[in-house]
């Protein structure tokens, strides 16, 4: 069994590589190994590298990139029966990789980390693209302005399907921006699971894990600075002034304009007054 420092510390070490030496799948396992103190890393990556296998026996001749898109989504998602999972969407299980491989089950990013693994090993590279709301991934050619949705069975969408997507979720006067369909990093790549996570979290009233992956987070990316707000809300309301008043203050130095600032100040000063009587 490893300790959750040394996980700590591995996952950090991992992303402190330069972005094309990460193993986002190692990654992924590090964070499920928190919840599976004894999971075994080099089988579950010997796993993915099995499925590339069989899937580059399977490849067509010509490797177009449409039709190897078209050949890993018969690979994933017919034989191997690799699917979205619309009836329990928040079960944490969703986003542990190793839970994923075994159930073939899972939740967009997920489901597109699976394919983005199998992709690379096949010699076709893909990105992750944190669209908010849904995750998608895409081939890095620069001619190749498409993306790929595994969480709908390898859908391939335009720029204009991405964006009717976005607001089917959030509305139709959610603002769109290009932005939201740029790749994203390692660390981006493996702070949005732990977010997932948090969020379930918190959902179930599981305040411990919650902090767990606030912690994780900002020891990846202190940068993140709603973080640091969430992590001193919840030190708050369990009574843990002290460690409260420190990441509430942090995210107001970090976020001076935020529009919840005032809303944050509020507490402070009720922390403060109740550390003065």
């Not at 030496?21 to 919840?35: G, H, I, M, S």
């Not at 603002?175 to 660390?187: E, G, N, Q």
């Not at 599981?206 to 020891?219: E, S, W």
């Amino acid at each position: 069994m490893t300790h959750p420092t040394q996980l700590h510390e591995r996952l950090v070490k991992e992303l402190r590589q330069a972005p094309d030496q990460v193993n986002l799948a190692r990654a992924a396992l590090y964070v499920a190994q928190e919840e599976y103190p004894d999971l075994d890393i080099p089988a579950h990556l010997e796993m993915i590298g099995r499925m590339a296998e069989t899937l580059g026996q399977r490849l067509p001749k010509t490797s177009y990139p449409l039709k190897l898109i078209r050949a890993i989504n018969q690979y994933l998602f017919e034989d191997l029966n690799f699917r979205g999972n619309t009836a329990d969407y928040y079960d944490p299980r969703n986003s542990f990789l190793n839970d994923v491989l075994h159930r073939r089950v899972g939740i967009p990013i997920t489901l597109s980390l699976v394919y983005l693994e199998l992709a690379q090993r096949i010699g076709f590279p893909m990105v992750g693209v944190g669209m908010p709301g849904h995750f998608l991934i895409r081939p890095t050619g620069e001619d190749m302005a498409i993306f790929v949705d595994p969480f709908h069975q390898g859908e391939i969408l335009f720029e204009q399907d991405c964006r009717d997507r976005f607001q089917h979720l959030f509305g139709d006067g959610a603002p769109f921006s290009t932005d939201h369909l740029t790749p994203i990093t390692p660390t981006a790549f493996v702070v949005r699971i732990l977010a997932n996570l948090k969020m379930i979290y918190l959902q179930q009233r599981n305040v411990a894990k919650a902090l767990d992956a606030i912690n994780r987070i900002l020891l990846i990316s202190p940068e993140a600075t709603g973080e640091w707000r969430d992590r001193g809300l919840i030190h708050y309301q369990q009574g843990q002034n002290d460690k409260a008043l420190l990441d509430l203050q942090r995210y107001l130095y970090e976020s001076p304009n935020a529009t919840d600032a005032y809303e944050i100040r509020r507490v402070i000063q009720q922390i403060e007054r109740v550390q003065d009587d």
